[in-house]
Structures are given as C-alpha cells and as structure tokens.
C-alpha cells in the first residue's frame, strides 16, 4: 500500500452527522451536505471554485480547523480568541491525515488580514510593524513569503482580494514553489489565474453539491474570456 505524504489526505464526517438538520445553516448548503455524505479527497493541489454562498468559505474554514489551524487565519502559532466563534462543520468533520514532513500550516483569509496583524503586534512579533507600511496586496504577499520556511499545508480562502494581475502571478509562484517542496494546497477562489495553476485538482461547488471539474469547462471561465473580448454586451444588460 503506498503511504500518502499529503498533510490531509480526506476528511470525512463523524458518527451522527447523517442526522444534522437540513434547516439549520450550514448544512443546509448542497456542498456541505455532500461532504458530510461522501467525505472529501483532496490532492497536492486541491482548488475549489464557485459562486458566491456555494459553500467555498464555509468548507476551507472547517478544514483549517480540523487541521488545527485558527479559524480567523494565520498559521498554528497565531491561536487566539475568535470573535467569530468556532466553525459548526468542523465539529461533524474528521481529518485523515498523510505522513507529511511538516504538521505546520498557515489558513489565509483576505479579510482577516488586518485583524491578524493586530494580533502579531500584541504578541510582540518583530516582522508585525512593517506590514501597516504596506498595501494589502504586499502584506498578503509577505505573509504567505513568511510561511514557506515551515511548510506543511497552506490553506487559501479567495486570497487574490487585494492582489493585482503581477500580484497574483507572485502568488501562483509561492503556491508552486510549495508544492515542489513536497508541502500541500487547499485554495478557493474566484480568481481566473489562481484556478489554472498546473496540476490542480479543481472542484465546483454549486446546487448540485461537488463534482470535479476540467477548468478550461468552467463555464466561469468562459463568461471571463468572453467579457474581456466584448465587455460590452454583458455590460449593455445591467
């Protein structure tokens, strides 16, 4: 049997989950409800796309949580006090874990930047007071830099908030250079260029719950290149 050296090899749901109520949130998501009834694999490099309230954001925080990740983002030595509280799927969800070389890991979320700075400034940390000196899009940037010396499984909730087109291509060289050290990601995403990454195993999240998917089938994909050739007639219909 050969031995996975993914950091989360799947996840799958608990005892009792089948019993969780359809009418309460989030399990009234169809994406969510799939995982709890099939559970989910994952690969080096798993990206999960979708519309808007498919479950994208709901998924990854629970994944960051069962990994032993903080729910607001950062890497498992930012643990703190959540004003979110905790993820309710991450409850119902339990990690299969692979022989990784690293346990570490870092959950980014792009809008929780500025709340986990804050949160590196009170610790002390002395790389914290140069991040207000930069824009958003270099603090992502740095932060992500920062988390390669440690490795393990980098897990991405629509990261490109804040990133330009150079600032993204940055971004698909950090997540590559990772991925070629043997390290593992988990990325969702609107972004056209994050979701073409080499090698992604991509999945969409919609009405239907999850199915895998080749990107250049996305029909999102297809709305992006044909506004970019004629932004006109999308823009005529608003």
């Given at each position: 049997?050969?031995?996975?050296?993914?950091?989360?090899?799947?996840?799958?749901?608990?005892?009792?989950?089948?019993?969780l109520?359809?009418?309460?949130?989030?399990?009234?998501?169809?994406?969510?409800?799939?995982?709890?009834?099939?559970?989910?694999?994952?690969?080096?490099?798993?990206?999960?796309?979708?519309?808007?309230?498919?479950?994208?954001?709901?998924?990854?925080?629970?994944?960051?949580?069962?990994?032993?990740?903080?729910?607001?983002?950062?890497?498992?030595?930012?643990?703190?006090?959540?004003?979110?509280?905790?993820?309710?799927?991450?409850?119902?969800?339990?990690?299969?874990?692979?022989?990784?070389?690293?346990?570490?890991?870092?959950?980014?979320?792009?809008?929780?930047?500025?709340?986990?700075?804050?949160?590196?400034?009170?610790?002390?940390?002395?790389?914290?007071?140069?991040?207000?000196?930069?824009?958003?899009?270099?603090?992502?940037?740095?932060?992500?830099?920062?988390?390669?010396?440690?490795?393990?499984?980098?897990?991405?909730?629509?990261?490109?908030?804040?990133?330009?087109?150079?600032?993204?291509?940055?971004?698909?060289?950090?997540?590559?250079?990772?991925l070629?050290?043997?390290?593992?990601?988990?990325?969702?995403?609107?972004?056209?260029?994050?979701?073409?990454?080499?090698?992604?195993?991509?999945?969409?999240?919609?009405?239907?719950?999850?199915?895998?998917?080749?990107?250049e089938?996305?029909?999102?994909?297809?709305?992006w290149?044909?506004?970019?050739?004629?932004?006109?007639?999308?823009?005529?219909?608003?």
């Amino acid at each position: 049997m050969t031995i996975s050296t993914l950091a989360l090899r799947s996840v799958c749901a608990v005892n009792g989950a089948d019993a969780l109520s359809r009418d309460r949130w989030p399990f009234t998501v169809p994406s969510v409800r799939a995982v709890l009834a099939e559970g989910l694999d994952f690969a080096p490099l798993t990206v999960i796309v979708g519309e808007n309230g498919a479950g994208k954001s709901v998924l990854v925080e629970a994944l960051a949580v069962v990994y032993g990740l903080p729910v607001e983002g950062g890497t498992s030595w930012d643990q703190r006090e959540s004003a979110e509280g905790e993820s309710l799927l991450a409850r119902w969800l339990q990690p299969v874990r692979g022989a990784a070389k690293s346990r570490e890991g870092l959950f980014f979320r792009a809008e929780t930047v500025h709340s986990l700075v804050s949160y590196r400034v009170r610790v002390g940390s002395d790389m914290a007071p140069r991040y207000f000196r930069q824009s958003h899009g270099e603090s992502v940037l740095e932060m992500v830099e920062a988390a390669r010396s440690r490795g393990g499984l980098w897990i991405f909730d629509e990261p490109e908030s804040g990133l330009s087109f150079n600032g993204q291509l940055r971004l698909i060289a950090l997540i590559m250079e990772h991925l070629e050290a043997g390290h593992q990601v988990i990325l969702c995403t609107h972004s056209p260029l994050l979701m073409q990454v080499p090698g992604a195993r991509v999945l969409e999240v919609g009405g239907c719950g999850m199915r895998p998917v080749n990107v250049e089938d996305l029909e999102m994909l297809m709305h992006w290149k044909t506004f970019l050739d004629a932004p006109g007639r999308y823009l005529r219909h608003l």
